[in-house]
């Protein structure tokens, strides 16, 4: 990594997921980075990880980030600012109005914080799954309309384009209900969906295949962590379930009566109506950059796909993406390898050249 | 492939991605294959794709699968128990009560019929998307009750061992019901979903991350098919979305008042819920083998993916699973390895032996 943006101390405060990701972002840009959080074990994990060093008496933050679950972020921002009467405060919680409202409450002076909120993260939390890159090419909103100035915008933008993530400004109300379009509303329908399975034999949950595991995926999720999300963002999130709930009610009353004159063309819409919905949805690698895609027969022992992705290598193609399939009891996996569009006919040649079987070729 | 359990000739009517399918796994076995289509171009398609050979005076079908639209699907039953009055015919759509109920009204001898559904597809349709493992170890439903004797099911499980899918023994009522709850009000959720994001703005939209992308997936699906599946299948989908209706009802009233007591734990109900559901979905290797996973980082230059692979193989250790996760921008790329347990610990001494950095190994 080539230095940092940031020209001071940063102080984390919150070892979890997040908290220590931004630590391990920022150390391997060689940034003074200082690791805080009221368990000693999480703070141990998070130094032991690299995520930062021991705070000291002598530490003088330019920058402070608070990690800490949503419920304590105002009062812990509070703290932070009362403690370090210079530093500029950003968090990272997902909701942004109730947290300065919170905060406002706490008398605190709130003119040296500036709320942030970056669109990362795993399904796994902790410092233990904490990865340095993880904000990499995610957008990062910075939420404005609290009095801010440049100079606050600027350290935190520099924060973010260390952490390699996509600064993007917006009002605290804006991020706040498109948060509840994109990620919090899509919770609360995937649990519900999911809680539907309680209700199947096991027979029926047999029959479930890939669609259904990619629905409800996000219906793992913490609980704890969402309760205060959605307790938080309460008044975005029914706004966009209210939605919801009128194209449910109005699908239920044309599917219980199929006979009718009209009901093909409303379920038409319906199903229309979300591949429209689908087709706004930014791509996979961000800047909607398509890749080539070939499908490979690997025979299942070791080495084979380590052979085929030598011999890649060997005529000088990169990968951009790959998966292998594993059918269970198959004598074969499908190896499902991204190209740059330029190089793809070249590897097709390459390969066949060198006996591999190619299962299906398309863009 | 070692020979085929079905001994006599199959011809396949809709030679869509099912039907193709259905016919390169049976010809890779040595099955003589017939395919048939009511469209040139896509009868010529599978052809050339390998699916089969076109229909000839002389063909005595054993057995027939019928693999056209659900809406059809009925009607070409009939026309082919009558065309073949000595063959076994049987159907791959995804409903099985209606489609019964059809044939019946065509007056059609329904006593050499016994339909079925395989639980496999893939988002692209037609032959060019056609895999001969489209089905292996994925459930394929024989639907009883028609009356069916043990011949007919002998011949059917033939068929569908040959492909490597799992026979499931199941009454029509049983299997629509089933499929209701883990695929068909599943597509309407998403779509739903989906649909509510015609309502945001496009920065609104930036936001979105992966959990939005998959638990909105499936509603990219073909409107055309899912009409007909969905009116065929109404009344179990209605009874599965009444369950959803319900549970929106009363999670959008707690969300309206939060400050009520007893919201908390409702909202944790319902994530809770959630949690429980999707935990006894089986697992994607099918008979819910855990494997080990682990995450090295991988230079993104060429040959480098091959060298760890390499490196792997010439450990004796055979990869079960891998993914590749290249953050755009990034130097180097995550390779998430999954290995039988037994070997992981083998696996992490090699690897960092040899140099390697693990991102992280969690079971």
Redesign the interface.
């Known amino acids: 990594m080539n230095g940092s943006r940031i020209d001071g101390q940063v102080r984390i405060v919150g070892a979890g997921l997040l908290g220590s990701s931004i630590g391990l972002g920022l150390r391997s840009r060689g940034v003074d980075t200082i690791v805080e959080d009221s368990s000693p074990t999480a703070l141990d994990l998070a130094i032991d990880y690299g995520a930062g060093r021991a705070a000291s008496a002598e530490d003088k933050p330019l920058l402070i980030v608070v990690a800490v679950p949503p419920d304590l972020t105002a009062r812990v921002i509070a703290e932070e600012l009362e403690r370090f009467p210079y530093a500029i405060v950003t968090d990272v919680a997902s909701v942004k109005t109730r947290v300065l409202e919170e905060l406002r409450s706490t008398g605190a002076d709130t003119s040296r914080y500036l709320g942030s909120h970056p669109?990362?993260?795993r399904e796994?939390g902790g410092a233990?799954?904490a990865?340095g890159?993880l904000f990499?090419?995610?957008?990062w909103?910075i939420a404005t309309g609290n009095g801010e100035n440049k100079k606050m915008i600027g350290i935190i933008e520099d924060l973010i384009l260390d952490l390699?993530a996509l600064p993007?400004l917006?009002s605290a109300g804006?991020h706040d209900?498109?948060?509840a379009?994109?990620?919090h509303?899509?919770?609360?329908?995937?649990?519900?969906?999911?809680?539907?399975?309680?209700?199947?034999?096991?027979?029926?949950?047999?029959?479930?295949?890939q669609?259904?595991?990619?629905?409800?995926?996000?219906?793992?999720?913490d609980?704890e962590l969402?309760?205060q999300i959605?307790?938080a963002n309460?008044?975005p999130?029914?706004e966009?379930?209210?939605?919801?709930?009128r194209?449910?009610?109005s699908?239920?009353q044309t599917?219980?009566d199929?006979g009718k004159p009209g009901?093909?063309r409303a379920?038409?819409e319906?199903?229309?109506?979300?591949?429209?919905?689908?087709?706004?949805?930014?791509g996979?690698?961000?800047?909607d950059?398509k890749f080539s895609s070939l499908v490979v027969m690997v025979d299942?022992?070791?080495?084979?796909?380590?052979?085929?992705?030598?011999?890649?290598?060997?005529a000088?193609?990169?990968?951009?993406?790959?998966?292998?399939e594993?059918?269970?009891?198959?004598l074969f996996g499908?190896a499902e390898i991204s190209v740059l569009p330029e190089v793809e006919q070249r590897l097709i040649e390459e390969l066949e050249g060198r006996g591999w079987r190619i299962?299906?070729a398309?863009r």
Chains 1, 2 share one sequence.
Do not use: C, F
């Not at 990499?136 to 957008?139: D, E, F, L, Q, S």
């Not at 966009?240 to 709930?245: D, N, S």
């Not at 996979?284 to 800047?287: E, I």
């Not at 000088?316 to 292998?324: A, C, F, H, P, S």
């Open positions: 669109l990362a993260g796994r233990i799954s990865r890159d990499i090419g995610r957008p909103v390699e993007i917006m804006e209900r498109s948060v379009l994109v990620s509303a899509p919770q609360v329908v995937s649990s519900l969906l999911a809680r539907q399975l309680l209700g199947g034999s096991e027979r029926s949950l047999n029959l479930a295949g669609g259904l595991r990619d629905s409800t995926r996000i219906a793992a999720s609980p969402w309760i959605l307790a309460n008044l999130v029914v966009v379930l209210e939605g919801v709930h194209d449910l009610d699908i239920i599917l219980k199929t009901s093909r379920i038409a319906l199903l229309a109506g979300g591949n429209a919905g689908v087709s706004r949805l930014p996979k690698h961000g800047q950059r299942d022992q070791p080495g084979e796909l380590a052979r085929l992705l030598t011999e890649i290598g060997a000088g193609i990169n990968l951009e993406d790959l998966r292998l594993h059918a269970s009891g198959a499908l299962a299906e398309y």
